[in-house]
């Protein structure tokens, strides 16, 4: 069966829970919540991050979550809430569609980087 990107989008969307930046913003500096920023690193550069987020482009996630694997990433445990925005909200509904494929749970979209900036969200420049 063939997935166009809008049914790929409508599923992530509809597996993963998006959450307001308010919300979010409680979740902000939690030992047990990982914020993680799925945009390329030039747009991190040009706009900041959620402070302590993780920067991992959306084609490297899997990677980095896989304990199995090589490149993965101690701050990845299935124990903890992963909060992951990019700039409009696509691509971290992908990357948590498939983090919750791969077993992690607690997972939420905050959507785009705007509606952190724009609730007033604390900014970490790179």
């Known amino acids: 069966m063939t997935l166009t990107v809008q049914q790929m ?3 992530a969307e ?3 829970p998006r959450i307001s930046a308010e919300e979010a913003k409680g979740l902000a500096g939690r030992a047990d919540v990982v914020f993680l ?6 747009e991190v550069a040009a706009s900041g991050k959620v402070p302590g987020a993780l920067t991992i482009p959306r084609g ?3 990677f980095r979550a896989d304990p199995a694997s090589p490149l993965h990433d101690a ?3 299935r124990a903890k809430t992963i909060v992951a925005y990019c700039a409009s909200g696509g691509r971290s ?3 948590l569609k498939t983090l919750k494929d791969m ?3 607690n997972v939420r979209n905050l959507g785009g980087f705007k509606a952190w900036l724009d609730a007033g969200g604390a ?4």
Request: aromatic letters at 8%.
């Open 9 to 11: 989008l409508a599923a």
């Open 60 to 62: 490297l996630v899997e």
């Open 93 to 95: 509904a992908l990357v």
């Open 37 to 42: 920023d799925v945009r390329e690193p030039n």
């Open 14 to 16: 509809a597996a993963v």
């Open 103 to 105: 077993g992690y749970e």
């Open 123 to 126: 900014v970490e420049k790179t």
């Open 75 to 77: 701050n990845f445990d």
